[in-house]
């Protein structure tokens, strides 16, 4: 069974602090991992992926995430925080079986990232 | 522009009465899905659907039915609702030639059972 974990329901940072936002994973063959983030009264807004190739993955609003296939991690991070960060956000990883078939998601239970002005 | 859209956002209902959510995407997407949203235990994925007359079970199938006639449309269905799904219910889409495909995901449904 696939798995994520998100060990942190809330994280807090000062304006203009570096973040991170942490993430570890479990699955039976290669994972595509993603990060989404949920504003208040809002769905999901898709982040970044991770797929293969570079560790590093860059993606929306100045985001990047780590993925460490070792320690089975695919953190968060972004070099100064923003205010308007403040959210819900949501590692998931998606594991494809067979040809075309089965595309289960597991989803993290969500981290709430505060950002103090 | 492109979207999913969800119907109705919120909705209070009593124990027992039948109930349609529907699920609506207009970028042609094969893959479809479900989740409900509650506290402490993040999405978790009640159905999706690979293509047409394609379904199957996430990790929290019971109480729940879905159908997929349409490529556009998965509507989830509550035969007898039950105050344990009272929850945030999200539909997502995504294209599936690989399992990188986003997902793209509607505003939400909130139900309520009495």
């Known amino acids: 069974a696939q798995s994520v974990a998100q060990p942190e329901d809330q994280v807090n940072v000062a304006e203009g602090n570096p973040l991170t936002v942490k993430c570890t994973y479990s699955v039976s063959g290669n994972p595509y991992l993603f990060w989404y983030v949920q504003y208040p009264n809002r769905g999901l807004q898709f982040l970044l992926k991770?797929?293969?190739?570079?560790?590093l993955v860059k993606g929306s609003y100045g985001f990047e995430a780590e993925f460490n296939k070792s320690q089975t991690s695919f953190h968060l991070k972004k070099p100064s925080a923003l205010v308007s960060d403040s959210a819900l956000y949501f590692c998931a990883v998606r594991v494809q079986r067979g040809s075309g078939g089965y595309q289960k998601v597991t989803f993290g239970i969500g981290t709430k990232l505060q950002v103090i002005p | 522009e492109a979207q999913v859209t969800q119907n109705p956002r919120y909705l209070i209902t009593v124990t027992g009465k039948k109930l349609t959510v529907t699920c609506s995407q207009n970028?042609?997407?094969?893959?479809m899905s479900w989740y409900r949203q509650d506290p402490g235990l993040g999405l978790r994925q009640i159905y999706y659907s690979m293509n047409v007359e394609v379904t199957d079970k996430g990790d929290v199938p019971e109480g729940y039915k879905v159908s997929r006639k349409e490529k556009r449309n998965f509507p989830l269905i509550l035969e007898s609702p039950s105050p344990n799904q009272t929850s945030l219910y999200f539909c997502?889409?995504?294209?599936?030639?690989?399992?990188?495909?986003?997902?793209?995901f509607g505003p939400g449904t909130r139900l309520t059972v009495l």
């Open positions: 970028m042609n997407h094969e893959y």
């Open positions: 997502a889409s995504s294209l599936i030639q690989t399992s990188t495909d986003t997902q793209y």
């Open positions: 991770y797929i293969t190739g570079d560790n």
